[in-house]
Each structure stands twice: as C-alpha cells, then as structure tokens.
C-alpha cells in the first residue's frame, strides 16, 4: 500500500495532475456556489412573489409559476443530465471552455437548493419582525432588506454550508465532458499504474478540501453567533 503511494506521489508529473485537479475542482466548486446563490436568491423571490393578476376569477402568479418549474425540473433531473444538456446546448458552438459548462450547469444544479434554503429561512423569521420594520418607517422591501434578511441568514448559514459541501463533491461528475479534475485525474492514474491507491488519494483530497472548508465557515458562523448575542 505504502509502495503505491510512493509510486503515485513519487512522480512529479502525477503530483503536478493532482494538484491541478484539486484547483479545477475548487474553482467549479467556488464559481458554481457564486452562480447558485444568484440564482436561489432569483427564485426565492419569484417563488415568495404576489405580483400577478387575474383571470376569470382565478389570481395568477407567473413569477411563482417560473420558480415551480425550475424548482420542479433541477430538483427532479440527475445533476449529470443536467450536465451534459448544458453542454451540448448553451456551449455547443463553443471549444475550450469546459470549465464553465461544469460551473454554469453546477451553478444551475445547486440554484434549485439554495432557492429553497433561503425561502425557509425567511419563513423561519416571526412576521412581527417586518411588521416592527414597517411601523418604524421601512417600506415593504427596506424591511426585508435591513430588518428580515440579517436574522434569516443566520439561520440559513449551516444549510447553506451542507449545500456548499454537496456541491464539491458534486464536482466529480465533470469529467463527464472532459475536465480533469481530482476525480479524474485518479482514473487517469489508475490506468498508467493499475493500482487503486490513487482512488484513496483523491478521497484523501476531498477529505481535506472539505475539512478546510467546514472549518473556515464554522468560524465564520461562530463569529456570528457571537456578534448577535453581543
């Protein structure tokens, strides 16, 4: 077992593939967390939306009838269809650019999450609170800006965190349209050595992506915690 690790870590042309996988795949993985929360955020406010009007009786909302589909259609696909159809539709027509189609179609994945972890996060906030804001002066989305939002993002920062989690691991699947990413690179190395050693590296190094990650974000929620009890 040693041996192997040996042979893998011992050629700086295989150390040099891991390393530039492990940065595709925080590079995804950070770009596609940036797109997701845009567009959660989008959806959480289409999906919360009363703008509307009506017909023959009947309130229609087309804002919430948008987040229903794309909620319904992201969240009821395999992420690697999603994947693939990203990338021979949206970057058919375009060569070399790989890394966006995992971060766009990534990014478009984990929206349908987010989405929903900022909406409960919203409702989880007493509906006194924007009615404090609005008697203090706030318009409807002052308040939700200023009064609501700071209270339900701390809520939603431990989910939102478990998301980010998912979505590195979620990474794996671009090698699907030929990134190489530490997920990839293992297999590559499997061929050239035919051991399984590079599979228990590459898990090592999302152990210790992850745990660098869990523990940064944990600081940052600890501070939090700490400035509202103050």
């Known amino acids: 077992m040693f041996d192997n690790v040996a042979m893998v870590l ?24 940036i797109l997701g929360l ?7 406010a289409f999906n919360m939306s009363n703008l509307g009007f009506t017909i023959a009786g009947k309130k229609i ?16 696909t395999p992420a690697v269809t999603q994947l693939l159809i990203v990338s021979h539709t949206i970057f058919a027509a375009v060569r070399g650019v790989n890394l966006w189609v995992g971060i766009v179609a990534l990014g478009i994945n984990s929206g349908a999450y987010v989405a929903e972890i900022i909406r409960a996060g919203i409702l989880s ?18 308040a939700m800006l200023f009064i609501v ?3 339900a993002i701390k809520n939603i920062l431990p989910t939102f965190i478990n998301e980010f989690i998912v979505l590195i691991k979620e990474t794996a699947i671009v090698g ?4 190489q990413d530490i997920n990839r690179v293992g297999q590559l190395i499997i061929a050239q050595t035919f051991s399984v050693t590079p599979l228990f590296i590459t898990a090592a190094m ?7 990650l869990t523990w940064l974000l944990g600081k940052l929620e600890k501070k939090m915690r700490t400035s509202d009890r103050r």
């Open 176 to 179: 699907f349209v030929g990134l």
């Open 10 to 33: 011992g050629d700086p042309h295989r150390v040099n593939l891991l390393i530039r996988g492990m940065w595709i795949t925080i590079q995804i993985s950070l770009g596609a967390v």
């Open 38 to 44: 845009i567009i959660g955020t989008i959806m959480a």
């Open 61 to 76: 909302r087309p804002l919430r009838i948008i987040a229903f589909v794309y909620l319904g259609v992201i969240r009821g």
């Open 149 to 151: 939002m700071p209270q």
């Open 206 to 212: 999302y152990l210790v992506l992850i745990s660098v």
């Open 125 to 142: 906030i007493d509906k006194g609170q924007m009615e404090a804001g609005l008697s203090l002066g706030f318009n409807k989305y002052q």
